[in-house]
């Protein structure tokens, strides 16, 4: 599976749009870009995915530049539940790893 | 309720006891993992299992050992462990259908300290 890059960590307001970038240059045309969060001392939680469309769900958009090496996750209205640390993960359909980096630990301050 | 269920939440154990981690999937997957987070550390895959068999196996040290005796439940067995095996021990499972594996749910994990 390809490798990801993220910040470390990152702060954004609580009501605002936060934006994580990820970087994936070495992706292969089969390996979707996977987004989980950790929430503290909890398990992962799956936010979004996608292959080379931007996505959106009720959590989050995804964006997926054209040559699919990078992404940017964004959490339209940041609270402060929002505080965790986000994981940027590439990997293709099929197998059984999924595996975790560092990710980016991003606090929504009031 | 995530779906999958983790107990016990807290495990305190010595370095001579033997003790078992479970986890529960209610959502019909068939494939089941266990995670180790450290302090500080990324989570680290130890072992997959895919319609109660197990595939992988990573490296992981013989004083873990699994068992899946079927597609929901998903044991951890633990035996002299050392203090640094402290951490939080995670359990997910996962859907593999026709060559994907889609649906990954994570539990809310086991935190275990060694004494």
């Known amino acids: 599976d390809a490798k990801t890059t993220q910040p470390t960590s990152m702060d954004c307001a609580e009501g605002r749009a936060a934006n994580l970038p990820c970087n994936h240059s070495?992706?292969?045309?089969?390996?979707?870009v996977y987004w989980y969060r950790q929430i503290h001392s909890q398990g992962p939680q799956y936010i979004i995915h996608g292959l080379k469309n931007n996505e959106t769900n009720e959590m989050a958009s995804l964006i997926i530049t054209e040559d699919r090496k990078s992404s940017t996750l964004i959490l339209p209205h940041a609270t402060l539940r929002d505080t965790a640390v986000y994981y940027c993960?590439?990997?293709?359909?099929?197998?059984?790893?999924?595996?975790f980096g560092a990710g980016t630990t991003v606090t929504v301050r009031a | 309720e995530t779906g999958v269920t983790q107990t016990p939440r807290h495990l305190v154990m010595g370095m001579t006891n033997k003790k078992s981690l479970k986890c529960e999937q209610h959502?019909?997957?068939?494939?089941m993992y266990w995670y180790k987070q450290s302090a500080k550390k990324p989570l680290e895959l130890m072992f997959v299992y895919n319609f109660k068999e197990q595939t992988e196996n990573n490296s992981v040290p013989s004083r873990f050992s699994p068992e899946c005796p079927n597609s929901s439940h998903l044991f951890l067995h633990l035996h002299t462990l050392q203090p640094e095996d402290s951490a939080l021990y995670l359990c997910a499972s996962s859907q593999v259908l026709a060559g994907s594996n889609y649906g990954y749910t994570f539990g809310s994990g086991t935190r275990l300290t060694v004494v």
């Open positions: 993960i590439v990997r293709v359909s099929s197998g059984y790893k999924l595996s």
């Open positions: 070495t992706i292969s045309g089969n390996e979707y």
């Open positions: 959502l019909g997957h068939n494939a």
